[in-house]
């Protein structure tokens, strides 16, 4: 059973950087046949990708992000971290992990993600 989980912590002071990990259980993020994406939703509006990595560890990033954003990934753990840096209030969000077998982007639908995580509240505050 494939199962994601996303860590961080919930609270971000302005400028700092924002660092969250998703744990994979049920599959290895190294299986060639998969793409792992972050993606949030800042409180009331859409889903927006944010950037994936792939099983060999190649990243793409949306660009409106991409100055701001590094995924990176420990097979040891079987975990994928992203790290978004100079945060505003405008990332508070939601941020969730999710598997597919299409190549991400902003314009993937939802239901292209077979699997995701439960979620993780993220606010930006000092």
């Known amino acids: 059973q494939v199962q994601l989980q996303e860590s961080g912590p919930g609270l971000v002071e302005p400028s700092q950087t924002l660092s969250l990990t998703c744990t994979v259980s049920?599959?290895?993020?190294?299986?060639?046949?998969?793409?792992w994406s972050w993606i949030r939703q800042p409180p009331g509006k859409g889903l927006e990708w944010m950037g994936y990595i792939t099983y060999s560890g190649s990243t793409y990033y949306s660009p409106s992000l991409k100055s701001r954003t590094s995924i990176s990934r420990d097979t040891s753990k079987n975990q994928f971290t992203l790290q978004l840096s100079s945060v505003t209030p405008e990332d508070t969000a939601v941020y969730y992990c999710?598997?597919?077998?299409?190549?991400?982007?902003?314009?993937?639908?939802?239901?292209?993600?077979?699997?995701w995580g439960q979620g993780t509240q993220v606010t930006v505050s000092s």
């Open positions: 999710a598997r597919s077998r299409a190549k991400p982007g902003p314009r993937l639908p939802r239901y292209e993600y077979d699997y």
């Open positions: 049920g599959v290895r993020i190294t299986t060639s046949t998969y793409f």
